[in-house]
């Protein structure tokens, strides 16, 4: 069926592409992440095709469903995912029509490796959900230690508008991956659960990383002022 189509055609690809292109160690990592992400557990279906652009050597191009598409290890993984996919002999491209995160829905979501030879993953996505939404997504990926750990203490409601930039080495383990995002509030309504203060009207944004979170220019209305 087309699923093993798929699947056994990805396989066949990279690994044509790994021995082709002589890569150096970082290969193994990169053939490793696109095994675990798109080749395995048969959770892909869809259309698969092979092409040569002028000058160029052979490209495949993929209109695939995802059931999971588990990225990175740690993070939650993207659930029902409709992308096209495009690679050639030195890059993968993936840009999503749907997805959900956690059970959010995502929008503008992309993924990239531009060059296999220093396979870095970069990824961009956002959501707009209710806050606990958003707040239940960050306490189950790694950014539970920076901007979750900040949010964690206050009960927060409203709307949240979440933009998130990673870039994931693939051939280092023990790289860093690399975190930008931004959480937008309007009107938002905040509770600190500690002291027993309520603020409304909270308007502003969070800027975060993988090593921390900043908040400037922040407005908000406590009692009522």
């Known amino acids: 069926g087309p699923q093993f189509l798929a699947t056994f055609q990805f396989k066949l690809y990279f690994a044509a592409n790994a021995l082709q292109t002589q890569l150096n160690g970082s290969v193994g990592g990169l053939v490793r992440w696109l095994d675990h992400a798109l080749c395995d557990r048969g959770h892909i ?5 092979l092409y040569r652009p002028a000058a160029s050597p052979i490209a495949a191009k993929a209109t695939l469903h995802f059931a999971t598409f588990p990225f990175q290890e740690g993070w939650p993984a993207l659930d029902n995912m409709d992308a096209n996919v495009w690679f050639d002999g030195t890059s993968v491209k993936i840009k999503a029509e749907r997805a959900t995160i956690t059970g959010v829905p995502t929008t503008d979501l992309a993924a990239e490796i531009t060059d296999f030879a ?3 993953l970069h990824i961009h996505g956002a959501a707009f959900t209710e806050m606990p939404n958003g707040v239940n997504f960050l306490a189950k990926s790694p950014l ?4 979750g750990r900040s949010l964690s203490s206050l009960d927060l409601t409203g709307k949240l508008h979440l933009d998130l930039t990673l870039d994931i080495p693939l051939g280092d383990a023990k790289a860093v991956t690399k975190v930008g995002g931004k959480i937008f509030l309007a009107d938002n309504g905040v ?6 203060i309520e603020v409304n009207k909270l308007a502003g944004e969070f800027d975060f990383s993988e ?3 900043k908040a400037d220019n922040l407005t908000a209305e406590v009692f009522s002022y």
């Open 144 to 147: 539970k230690m920076t901007v």
């Open 45 to 49: 279906t869809g259309e698969f095709s």
């Open 118 to 120: 220093k396979p870095v």
């Open 191 to 196: 509770g600190v659960i500690h002291w027993g």
């Open 211 to 213: 090593s921390g979170v």
